[in-house]
């Protein structure tokens, strides 16, 4: 009678709808892509443009460097890597603007004046209040960082992890509310509990003058009704679902993730198990949002000399759970030799027909993988040849091969067909070319149209 009790009860707080009063929800602030740049422990809210340069910045953070003092006007740093650039006569500087001289230089400006020097827009401060006396007279380390989920920024020790909408950390379990918001740097945030304690399904509400800008929610593996607890209560919901009396179409995501305590993709006995044998000791679970158990047969092999390509891979690694090795040049690559069109290493290797550029490191499981995912920036419309020499480093006899690219503008063309040779009795799927700024709801769209991501599998994403 006891665990009907606790069931219906659980099933009360599955259902709870939160509101929140007086605040009013806006839209459109999610079109804005919002960085902070961190001055001697002062934080400067940024905008950047929505331009390739800018995402490929983005895509860099987080940054710490250092920026040189010029003209008692500008604070500048050469990046290792070179960005996409839309350079144009700007005319006009403002306090607070950011931007690329040349393809690498960062530069941050903190006066108003005229330049006839071309600059690439990156983005700008919104509020230059004391930019000028914080950046002070001389050479100065800047931090930009990444503003997770419109708005929620982590501190760089914090022990939760932010992943699309949820929010995921065992400090939930551990920690009062003091806690939890002391491991954010915005102070703005307001929690919205499920009961007591933050539990699954619980809210983080970031508050701007008065109105609720995003919020996020909390996953606790293993804590199903939203109490706080990992218990008995959450093995019977665990098992009504195993068993069929719970159907997960019922369920709101953030609980269907909790349900599947140990992370591997599945909702089974395997996770009431987990639950019942240890049952509040499920405390001590790690709350890392991407454990698996079973061995990956699926490889994620990229090449990426800038992060583009680096970025998707990462995506569909995530999505798949699989395991992911990047190819890295015995020597790599500098801005010099990916300046192309310039007749630099990377020109003079795409137009020789025997180049193949020596790769550091292997991977260490070959045999293992069934079917590999193979990622690559697209150089003069093919692949660079540093993929040919991976290619032609291993049997890949009997394996599927799932081509995929990222370029400037190109397609994907005859990249692909043209490595088909190199692994001759391999199965090769037609290739895909991806815009820098493809987003992960993309990447697993793409994923699921190959049926890699199975529709009877419970996965997060
Ligand atoms: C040597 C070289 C040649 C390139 N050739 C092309 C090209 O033919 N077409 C294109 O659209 N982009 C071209 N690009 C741009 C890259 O394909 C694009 O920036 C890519 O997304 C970079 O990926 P990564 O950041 O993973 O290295 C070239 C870049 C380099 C360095």
New binding site residues.
Partial sequence: MRKILSLVTAFVILFIHFNYGNISKVKGLETETHIIITVNETNFDAVLYDTESAKTFLSMLPMTIEMNELNSNEKYHYLDKTL?TSSESVGQIHTGDLMLYGNSCVVLFYKDFKTSYSYTKLGYITDTTDLQNTLGTGNVTVTYSKVSNDGFVLNDDSSLTISDKYIYGDLFLKADETEVLSQFKNNSIHIEKTGKKIGTGSKLVLIENNTVTSELTVVIFGDVNGDGECDAQDAVIVSCIVFGLISLSDLNEEYRIAADCNQDGNIDKSDSSLLIETGLKLKEISQTPTQTEEKSDILVVYF???????TIANYAAAALSADIYEIEAEVPYTAAD?A?YTG?R??KE?SDPTARPAISGSVDNMSQYKTILLGY?????QAPKIIYTFLESYDLSGKTIIPFC?????GIGSSATNLHSLAPNSQWNSGRRFA?GTSEAQIVSWLQALTLISTEKFKRW
């Fill in positions: 996409p990426s000399a800038t992060g583009t390509t680096e990916l192309y630099c990377a020109d795409q920036p697209i150089w003069h419309g990222t370029s400037h503008s190109s820098n």
